[in-house]
């Protein structure tokens, strides 16, 4: 389970004795792992502001896990076409021993060797410095979070919209990555070139009947340049005062002329964007997210088939062969920013828990300080219920009334404010790393 319990207990001899009894059942009954929890000795300050802090640790705890999952979300989003690999991104760097520092770790094994991180978070600092710290690290990090996402998304929609452009059938889609400059008779006075949908069934038709649907229509000037499923877009040369009547008598026959003035400044710049806008969201997380193959559509999974055709060697309209042979496996700025932050987030994150055992735990059980912090880790969620049991029965002289109310739910805490199934005789505080639920 991906689920942690981090309790604690008093440190005198009669409630270590009850930890080691938790762990003997707990363990013969196979309901949990448990390990040790170091937390620092810190500061103490006043009873009064670690009431404070104990308010604000638990805003800052929501605050944290919140942040986590949001970024996890991002990491899913960017890896859109391997999300299967989102996990293995997800990781924190170090926690085990000092020389280990620069290693990437899964969440288990950080949260499962805590390691009390002094030099970024010293413990010899007041305990509201440590906060302070925390909350303006995980504070600057969502800034940066809602600006890189907020670029991406405009990103995506841009490219979106362009998308949108080239998917749909012959009547629809664009066709500036269709059609090239050969396949028009440009700067003539005169002639103009026409380009005409024709039903599949209908090219016999077509080819037998396109030079006589009107005058002055250029013999064997017909050629099929692309198609879908439903038909062929091909190409007619006429005169240009005729084309009114070629219009009319070719839908008479079901041929539909589409209309489209061949510009080459305007189709190089789409191109250029398209080519931009895929090459900015690849670089992102680079991976091979469109597959720019020779003799299929800009988007073959998200749209209509359209193939090409003509000269088979001729690339598909913006796109080189060296542009598609560049297409590989990579890291890029967005991705890599977040594999980075989540792991300061959650790192921070975990030593906020320990920052709340040890308030709650000061509070709790008062001055000296003197506690045991213990990280749970249920075995399976079925289990869960009949650990509690045993928490409940092998520290309930910790809080009498306490342990009666988890019993009797009608039992009130005396000026305890909490719903009763928040409370427990011990410290007790929950660590679920199910981030992508």
Known sequence: MSEFWLISAPGDKENLQALERMNTVTSKSNLSYNTKFAIPDFKVGTLDSLVGLSDELGKLDTFAESLIKRMAQSVVEVMEDAKGKVQENLLASGGLKEKMKCLKIDLTSFVTHFEWDMA???AKQPLVTVVDTLTKQLAQIETDLKSRTAAYNTLKTNLENLEKKSMGNLFTRTLSNIVSKEDFVLDSEYLITLLVIVPKPNYAQWQKTYESLSDMVVPRSTK???EDNEGG???VTLFRKVIDDFKTKAKENKFTVREFSYDEKEIKREREEMTRLLSDKKQQYQTSCVA???GSSTFPDRMVKVTLLGNPDRPAAGHTDRERESEGDGEGPL???????FSEAFIAWIHIKALRVFVESVLRYGLPVNFQAVLLQPHKKSSTKRLREVLNSVFK??????????????VEIPGLQLNNQDYF???YFHIDLSLLD
């Open 292 to 294: 720019l193959k020779k």
């Open 233 to 235: 877009l091909f190409t």
């Open 120 to 122: 970024k978070y010293p």
């Open 397 to 410: 002289h910790l809080d009498e009334v306490a342990a009666a109310s988890i019993l009797d739910a009608s």
């Open 224 to 226: 099929l340049i692309a």
């Open 425 to 427: 005789p011990y410290v």
């Open 335 to 341: 991705l890599r920013w977040l594999k980075v932050n």
